[in-house]
């Protein structure tokens, strides 16, 4: 009778712990989905476009000056509006990728 005490205790013990193990990895789960969203939200932001756009500009005008372009200020524009561009198109496009696969 004394042994089914230990080993009824003993299980109380490993399924406590166990309660414990699940709701510590439920909570990273749930840290890591937090940051997953943050980073989607990142990636679909106008605010992420519009400064990768700007520093684009600004890398490609560096660029025209340093080789003496001709209306560097001009010139740096073609891959801003480039980029804008792609990332416009390539919403939509997914959207109609998704629609022929399914």
């Known amino acids: 009778m004394g042994s089914q005490q230990v080993n009824e205790s003993t299980s109380r013990q490993v399924s406590g712990s166990s309660a414990t193990s699940l709701q510590r990895e439920i909570e990273q789960l749930q840290e890591r989905n937090n ?23 600004i890398a490609t005008y560096i660029f025209l000056r340093i080789i003496h372009a001709e209306n560097a200020e001009y010139g740096a524009i073609i891959p801003a509006g480039a980029f804008l561009l792609q990332q416009m198109t390539v919403s939509p496009l997914k959207k109609m990728w998704e629609k022929i696969k399914k």
């Not at 476009?49 to 500009?57: F, G, P, Q, T």
């Open 35 to 57: 940051r997953v969203e943050l980073d989607k939200k990142w990636e679909t932001s106008f605010t992420r476009r519009i400064s990768l756009a700007v520093l684009s500009y």
